[in-house]
Nanobody, 115 residues
């Protein structure tokens, strides 16, 4: 049973930074990709960034330069470093992983950007 556990969300002021973590367990961790999506109130879930099996990364165009995804393979963990945060970054951030035809989601962590 694959389990993804997120941590690191919280309340931050505009212009601040946060780092999210997603730890995976219960798998051989040979994911096609692993990373982050987010869902703001009243909006659809959208891609933030994912790291690919080959170590490459895909980002939402609008977030390039502010968000950075990285992984620690021995720890089976993916990180999302978020900087210069804006109120519109407020959302629930979900960890997501895909392996062959299987899709896995974490429970989500709330990020609120507000003064």
């Amino acid at each position: 049973q694959v389990r993804l556990v997120e941590s690191g969300g919280g309340l931050v002021q505009p212009g601040g930074s946060l780092r999210l973590s997603c730890a995976a367990s219960g798998s051989d961790f040979n994911f096609n990709f692993m990373g982050w999506y987010r869902q703001a109130p009243g909006k659809e879930r959208e891609l933030v960034a994912v790291v690919l099996r080959n170590g490459g990364a895909n980002y939402a165009d609008s977030l390039k330069g502010r968000f950075t995804i990285s992984r620690d393979k021995p720890k089976n963990t993916v990180y999302l470093q978020m900087s210069s945060l804006k109120p519109e970054d407020t959302a629930v951030y979900y960890c997501h992983a895909a392996q062959d035809s299987f899709r896995y989601w974490g429970q989500g962590t709330q990020v609120t950007v507000s003064s």
